[in-house]
């Protein structure tokens, strides 16, 4: 078992605000990862669940008992941390041995279950090497194992793979979730990085300043964003956000742009809006049907299998996914299609989305 619940933490470092009411429900068997900037309280939260910080107010329980005042051994959660925290005397087999022994089990129990984990990672080339002998991805896969050897509650991981090169970053999201569902097991997953947490979660937490703006499948976080903030946190190249208001059937932007109001916003008064547009979302393949900007090519930004394409409407920069191989001269007219029910709409002082 290793279900996690928080509920309304609270903490502060001084004049800091690092947590402000932070909840979250980690059922048991999940992937879930917390995703926000630098400096959003993703690491604290973490701490705070592990028992390493103390809260102001807030509680934690663990699998329906209340685990606020344990200590971090009473809790049995295993961390693995950004930095890898090996012993560099130590060979890989006995870093990944170091708590079984700890905890004084036999030696023929330490060595089967070593091999298990190291088996299970692919690691059973390294188990002589010292910490200096390995590469990156190697020492990562090592506290990885040494974790995983406890046989913990759930697993808690602040952003293990940061310090990898983006090949293996690639490598080792897959190899994370093939071991969790190898496992089975709690994996509450803590990065900065949004392509981590959309291909590896099964639930996000969306993380701002100490404060949760968001809980949902990644599907859920990406497509229907609850404010302009994560809107434009999620997703990459970011959304594009355009300033708008409501006239009858249309939508007229502050940039001289008509379009027609999406089916779903009919009802909208007349306040102030943002049109969200990703860029997937835009094409400059024009049908007759389509609604569509009128603009002037920008620059391009070729990326092998797409083409970035900024387009200047009105002096709005509005980027669209585009296919390999497009090109044009600066300034050459073009026309943006827009798919009016992939739209999403927020209000310009709230930053609220309008539900469609």
């Not at 041995?97 to 299970?120: D, F, G, K, M």
């Not at 969306?206 to 968001?214: E, I, K, M, P, Y």
């Not at 008064?269 to 007759?288: C, F, Y």
């Not at 083409?307 to 090109?327: E, F, I, Y």
């Amino acid at each position: 078992m290793g279900a996690i619940r928080a509920q309304g933490l609270y903490k502060r470092f001084g004049d800091v605000k690092a947590l402000e009411g932070v909840s979250l429900d980690v059922p048991d068997g999940s992937f879930f990862v917390v995703l926000g900037p630098s400096g959003a309280g993703k690491t604290t939260t973490l701490r705070a669940i592990a028992g390493l910080e103390k809260l102001d107010i807030g509680s934690v329980s663990l699998d329906g008992l209340d685990a606020t005042r344990a200590t971090p051994a009473e809790r049995d959660l295993a961390m693995v941390f950004q930095s890898y925290a090996l012993y560099p005397k130590k060979t890989a087999f006995d870093n990944i041995a170091s708590p079984l022994r700890a905890r004084r089990q036999p030696a023929s129990e330490i060595r089967t279950a070593v091999e298990r984990v190291a088996s299970l990672l692919h690691i059973e080339r390294l188990m002589e090497r010292k910490p200096g002998q390995l590469s990156g991805g190697e020492m990562q896969r090592v506290a990885l194992a040494r974790a995983l050897v406890r046989e913990p509650r759930a697993f808690l991981m602040d952003e293990p793979l940061t310090n990898l090169d983006l090949k293996l970053r690639v490598e080792m999201r897959t190899e994370l979730t093939r071991i969790h569902r190898s496992l089975g097991s709690t994996f509450l997953y803590v990065t900065n990085d949004q392509v981590e947490a959309l291909s590896m979660a099964d639930r996000i937490a969306v993380l701002r300043a100490g404060s949760v703006q968001q809980v949902g499948a990644p599907r859920e976080i990406y497509e229907r964003p609850v404010n302009r903030w994560v809107a434009g946190f999620v997703g990459s190249p970011r959304i594009n956000l355009l300033p708008c208001r409501p006239e009858g059937g249309e939508l007229v932007g502050e940039h001289g742009w008509t379009l027609p109001r999406p089916r779903w916003a009919l009802g909208e008064s007349g306040r102030p809006l943002l049109l969200g547009l990703r860029a997937e979302d835009l094409s400059l393949d024009q049908r007759e049907e389509s609604a569509s900007l009128a603009g002037a090519l920008y620059a391009l930004e070729p990326l092998g299998d797409r083409t970035l394409v900024d387009v200047d409407v009105g002096g709005a920069l509005v980027k669209v996914k585009a296919r390999p191989g497009t090109n044009g001269a600066q300034g050459a007219p073009l026309k943006v299609a827009v798919d009016l029910d992939r739209a999403h709409l927020f209000d310009a002082e709230t930053g609220d989305a309008i539900a469609r």
